[in-house]
């Protein structure tokens, strides 16, 4: 069969039996994403050989990731950091920081390479927001949710920026002036696109304004934009998914001016809504079915998993619980923010994938670390429900 025809049955296969496999997790409140996975692994060549990891499959893959960080910064909400600033920040990254070194620490004294451990840390030691958002949507206070939206959003941010500084470092050794100018080159890229949305939101609101009038226009400029960044990103040295998440913070800064009209605002809101149909129905389901075509089941070391899994757990509660009570006064209210801050999800996985592709991690590490991610996308909501409670 010709590379397209080929193409086009790995297609229909893995979105038909990811589609089949997600529903019990959508019934069940959960996110989608071992449902997809759990697609890959079934049709990929450790147990029906009908899907490979080829990479025509690889390219569509990679475009649904770039849509999906895009998508990401489509959903930021830059206002949540205003309303409860502080302790949105301080938890968000004492949950890092906790967790963070928590794996480090052990994976180190566990005999790691030191690159090794800095990416599987970094990788694990985020909050996946779509996980936490699908959470919240179902049970919580109007306080609860806004520490954990924002939290969770303050360890995006961190996430990027530690994708854009481990991918900086691949192909190469890892040194002190390396480490110091790839993080530079990274704390700038992101100043220049922070410091632009502010610009366009407080001086040059007429450019949100033309772009709005046609919604045609709005979208095309909004995915040109992604794409460009993404380009520009990866011609400076650093990960193109920086370019592409910038480029949706720079468009959903767009509802923070004031607009009379509202017509900003509405092709924005209008805009993130079709383009989350795209991404649910197309290119989520291909991007983590992909990952578990390529995912190796027999490459998982099972103690390893379940010290990292306990770590990723602990780390998260340490890090978050404590400030979550400072701000709500309420015991089992902080108990179920720190649990559900465990949730990991798209993020994770895709800096795991860099690094699997790029050499710096095994294929048990990565294997591993990803069985970790995919389980806490499932526990974290149960741990959550389990344990909010209103006195």
């Known amino acids: 069969m010709d590379p397209a025809g080929s193409l086009l049955e790995s297609l229909v296969l893995l979105l038909v039996l990811a589609k089949l496999l997600e529903f019990p997790f959508r019934k069940a409140n959960l996110h989608p994403i071992p449902g997809h996975v759990l697609a890959g692994i079934i049709l990929g060549p450790y147990f029906l050989s009908l899907v490979y990891p080829t990479q025509e499959l690889r390219g569509v893959a990679y475009l649904g990731l770039l849509l999906l960080m895009f998508y990401t910064g489509l959903t930021t909400d830059f206002r949540e950091l205003r309303r409860h600033g502080f302790a949105i920040i301080v938890m968000g990254g004492l949950g890092v920081l906790v967790t963070f070194t928590l794996i480090y620490g052990v994976m180190y004294l566990l005999g790691y390479h030191v690159l090794e451990s800095l990416f599987i840390a970094a990788a694990l030691s985020n909050t996946a927001t779509e996980t936490v958002a699908a959470i919240v949507s179902k049970k919580g206070d109007p306080r609860t949710r806004s520490l954990l939206v924002g939290a969770s959003f303050t360890d995006d941010v961190m996430a990027v920026y530690v994708i854009g500084l481990l991918s900086g470092l691949t192909g190469g050794g890892i040194d002190l002036y390396r480490l110091l100018l790839i993080g530079l080159e990274t704390g700038v890229f992101l100043f220049l696109a922070f410091a632009i949305s502010s610009l366009l939101v407080s001086r040059y609101t007429r450019i949100y304004r033309s772009m709005s009038t046609d919604y045609f226009w709005f979208a095309s400029i909004s995915i040109i934009l992604a794409l460009t960044l993404s380009l520009i990103a990866r011609l400076v040295g650093l990960s193109e998914l920086i370019g592409a998440y910038l480029a949706g913070i720079i468009i959903s800064r767009g509802r923070e001016f004031h607009d009379p009209f509202l017509r900003t605002r509405i092709a924005i809101t209008e805009f993130i809504g079709d383009f989350a149909v795209v991404l649910d129905v197309l290119f989520i389901p291909l ?105």
């Open 287 to 391: 991007f983590f079915t992909y990952i578990g075509v390529a995912y190796k089941p027999g490459a998982i070391d099972s103690l390893l998993y379940l010290v990292l899994l306990s770590l990723a757990i602990l780390g998260k509660f340490l890090g978050t619980a404590p400030i979550a009570y400072r701000e709500t006064g309420d015991k089992w209210r902080s108990i179920a923010v720190g649990l559900a801050m465990s949730g990991r999800g798209s993020l994770e996985t895709a800096l795991l994938k860099i690094g699997l592709d790029a050499g710096i991690i095994t294929e048990t590490l990565f294997t591993t670390a990803l069985t970790v991610a995919l389980t806490t996308t499932i526990i974290a909501p149960l741990l959550y429900i389990a344990t909010y409670r209103v006195e």
